[in-house]
């Protein structure tokens, strides 16, 4: 799609959407001008946001928001892979590939590069089973130190997790 930083029309016709009644007037605008998103990631975003809510998703529409901003690289992965899957007027549908690239970064931000299976639970099996979303689970701290009676986490980690 076309970005802010190459057409200022995007936002004004952003505003204009909002103010017609055409678009709706929520925190996920915030990634158009924030982030340099197309109105059209957005509004992908805001659905995927509330398909996830209704499959069980706790974190609120500003958690969501703040996460996409503070990551677009991720972002901008996870709309070509919805592209791969679903746009008549790509010629390749490699959708294993997309989700390589996601996985991918996923470990380059994370700093590793293994493949582990947990004993405990997250949103993402969710993903996988009712969305046929791969996830990708990311925490700080070690998984020793994780879901135990005597849970906790070093602060260098905490420090590390915000720096992602």
Same mark, same amino acid.
């Given at each position: 799609?076309?970005?802010?930083?190459?057409?200022?029309?995007?936002?004004?016709?952003?505003?204009?959407?909002?103010?017609?009644? !055409?678009?709706?007037?929520d925190a996920f605008n915030r990634l158009i001008v924030d982030a340099d998103m197309a109105p059209a990631s957005v509004v992908l975003f805001r659905a995927w946001f509330r398909y996830l809510r209704q499959a069980g998703l706790t974190y609120g529409l500003v958690t969501v928001v703040d996460a996409l901003?503070?990551?677009? !690289?991720?972002?901008?992965?996870?709309?070509?892979?919805?592209?791969?899957?679903?746009?008549?007027?790509? !010629?390749?549908?490699?959708?294993?590939?997309?989700?390589?690239?996601?996985?991918?970064?996923?470990?380059?931000?994370?700093?590793?590069?293994?493949?582990? !299976?947990?004993? /405990?639970?997250?949103?993402?099996?969710? /993903?996988?089973?009712?969305?046929?979303?791969?996830?990708?689970?990311?925490?700080?701290?070690?998984?020793?130190?994780?879901?135990?009676?005597?849970? /906790?986490?070093?602060?260098?980690?905490?420090?590390?997790?915000?720096? /992602?």
């Amino acid at each position: 799609g076309v970005r802010l930083s190459a057409d200022t029309s995007v936002l004004e016709n952003a505003i204009q959407a909002v103010l017609e009644g !055409k678009a709706e007037n929520d925190a996920f605008n915030r990634l158009i001008v924030d982030a340099d998103m197309a109105p059209a990631s957005v509004v992908l975003f805001r659905a995927w946001f509330r398909y996830l809510r209704q499959a069980g998703l706790t974190y609120g529409l500003v958690t969501v928001v703040d996460a996409l901003w503070r990551a677009p !690289k991720v972002a901008a992965a996870l709309i070509e892979r919805f592209a791969v899957a679903h746009d008549p007027a790509r !010629k390749r549908r490699d959708i294993a590939a997309a989700d390589a690239a996601i996985v991918t970064l996923a470990k380059s931000l994370a700093g590793r590069n293994d493949h582990a !299976k947990v004993a /405990f639970g997250t949103e993402a099996s969710l /993903f996988a089973s009712i969305a046929d979303i791969p996830s990708v689970v990311i925490g700080p701290g070690s998984i020793a130190q994780a879901h135990t009676p005597d849970e /906790f986490v070093e602060m260098a980690e905490l420090e590390r997790c915000a720096a /992602f």
